[in-house]
């Protein structure tokens, strides 16, 4: 079998060690010769590279190679796979997202509203160029990004690169919805069943969850569960594993099913459905940004830094074999020094579907092009894709109903507008596209919240005139 040559790039996420740890997990599936990280911030990303010698040095003996750079030539050259998230501007970034609209009484979100604008607008050049990079060393390479805000990044990269089908934006909420809700279907996981779904990325909706071995289809009895079931919550168990936040969101699908039963929406659906409940619910001296500060970011770094002083894992509670014992069905599904199922699990499962021509379905973002025939066929979609060597291939939706296709409309023209505002540099559409966004609406609280983040982002976000 051949072996692949990976770069992760963003060695410095948060993320990263687990995916590290999955690519220990299926390397027989999916053997590996060479491991590169890299990042523009070397002194954060060189904590991970240590805990990365340690964990490669015991658990990959057959990799031949693992280095750590900031060098995009030594990174990028000869590589079949680029493992893409980087967060441009950092936490620090984050946290002006997050508050300064909720200064305004609007949405503070990562990627959603005001603040998934303004990440955009730092976003897609960091995002270019980084496409840009690789192509130039590795002109096949598979590039496979979560970095956010997806939506954003995907329209831009579709209009700079329109012909390059092995760049694939994803995300991991959708699947870590499934992996959450499924049980609801008398026990089933994610991997029993094929999803279909449409939207934008953190804007959609499930429709339909068949059983791959029947063929049928078991959303309706998750939804009935949802609906009906007052012990449901509590069964699926995700109290006590997630931050606050993660379990009010887990929690508040049961309220959006309730209210639009039609399908399962995704979680992101809560802060255009619900803004003022949103609102009303944040903290602005502790929004996510507060949380991942003091939970997952300090959790890993502390974990790799401990790691690397002690220069083994065997014998400790982190040694694979301790860790996952020899069921490597189970395995699968867990990499969890992040605290989160599905990351590293979903992208990995990506990488292996195209290597080995496997052909199964994901969910990810594809230009429309009559998938679903009454909305724009340039509109970037979240939708489900058969993906393998060839790169994915998306599934029909046919037409969507009317409720769907006005927010959709209303979301794509927002998105677009923001891609027009970074790229001409335009501080009208830049206003125009707040207005749009359903978390911000009012034009003079729209123009206050840009000029705030025009200040607070400098170089960082391009020159608007
Ligand atoms: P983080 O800040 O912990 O790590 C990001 C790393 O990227 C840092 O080490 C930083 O130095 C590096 N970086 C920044 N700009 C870079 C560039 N131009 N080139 C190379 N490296 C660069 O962030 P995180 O919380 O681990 O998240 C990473 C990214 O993944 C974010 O964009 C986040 O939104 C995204 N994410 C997406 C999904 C999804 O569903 N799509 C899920 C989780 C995280
Ligand atoms: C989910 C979403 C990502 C988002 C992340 C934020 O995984 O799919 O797009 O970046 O949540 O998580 P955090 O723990 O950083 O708030
Ligand atoms: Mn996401």
Redesign the pocket.
């Given at each position: 079998m051949k072996k692949f040559s990976i770069s992760l790039v963003g060695g410095g996420s948060t993320y990263t060690p687990d995916m590290m740890e999955m690519l220990c997990l299926v390397k027989e599936k999916f053997p590996l010769k060479k491991i590169t990280m890299y990042d523009v911030n070397a002194e954060r990303q060189n904590v991970i590279g240590q805990y990365g010698e340690v964990l490669f040095r015991e658990f990959y003996p057959e990799l031949e190679e693992f280095v750590y750079t900031t060098d995009k030539e030594e990174a990028f050259t000869d590589i079949d796979f680029a493992l893409v998230q980087i967060r441009q501007g950092g936490l620090a970034m984050r946290e002006h997202d997050e508050k300064i609209p909720l200064k305004y009484g609007c949405v503070g979100q990562?990627?959603c509203g005001a603040g998934g604008f303004a990440y955009g607008m730092r976003s897609i050049g960091a995002i270019l160029d980084l496409i840009a990079d690789i192509r130039k060393y590795s002109k096949e390479a598979w590039i496979l990004n979560y970095s956010?805000p997806?939506a954003i990044v995907a329209e831009a990269t579709k209009r700079v690169f329109p012909d390059d089908k092995k760049v694939i934006h994803i995300?991991?909420?959708p699947i870590?919805i499934m992996d959450i809700y499924t049980p609801l279907a008398d026990g089933r996981t994610r991997h029993d069943v094929e999803p279909r779904y449409f939207g934008l990325n953190?804007f959609g909706w499930f429709t339909h969850l068949y059983d791959k071995k029947t063929g049928v289809d078991v959303l309706p009895i998750v939804r009935d569960r949802m609906l009906n079931d007052k012990n449901a919550a509590e069964e699926l168990g995700f109290t006590g594993k997630n931050d606050d936040?993660w379990n009010f969101t887990f929690n508040h699908l049961f309220q959006m099913v309730k209210d639009f039963p039609q399908s399962l929406p995704n979680t992101y659906m809560q802060y255009y459905l619900y803004p003022r409940r949103m609102v009303e619910h944040s903290d602005i001296s502790n929004t996510?940004y507060d949380e991942?500060k003091k939970g997952?970011e300090k959790r890993v770094l502390e974990f790799c830094k401990e790691i690397g002083r002690r220069g083994t894992m065997k014998g400790t509670p982190y040694d694979l074999t301790v860790k996952y014992g020899n069921d490597d069905a189970d395995n699968f599904q867990k990499a969890t020094i992040a605290h989160?199922d599905a990351?590293a699990t979903y992208i990995v499962e990506l990488a292996m579907s195209i290597a080995g021509n496997l052909n199964e379905v994901f969910l990810i973002m594809t230009k429309n092009n009559g998938i679903i025939p009454n909305i724009d066929s340039e509109m970037m979609l979240e939708v489900a894709c058969r993906v393998g060597a060839n790169g994915a291939e998306g599934l029909n939706v046919g037409p969507i109903a009317s409720f769907e296709k006005g927010l959709l409309e209303n979301q794509y023209a927002y998105e677009k507008l923001t891609v027009d505002a970074a790229m001409e540099g335009s501080y009208q559409k830049a206003l125009q596209a707040l207005v749009l966004n359903r978390c911000v609406n009012d034009a003079e609280t729209a123009r206050k919240i840009l000029n705030e983040f025009i200040t607070v982002n400098g170089d960082y976000f391009p020159k608007l005139i």
């Open positions: 990562e990627t956010n997806a995300c991991d909420m870590s953190h936040y996510r991942v997952r989160n990351h």
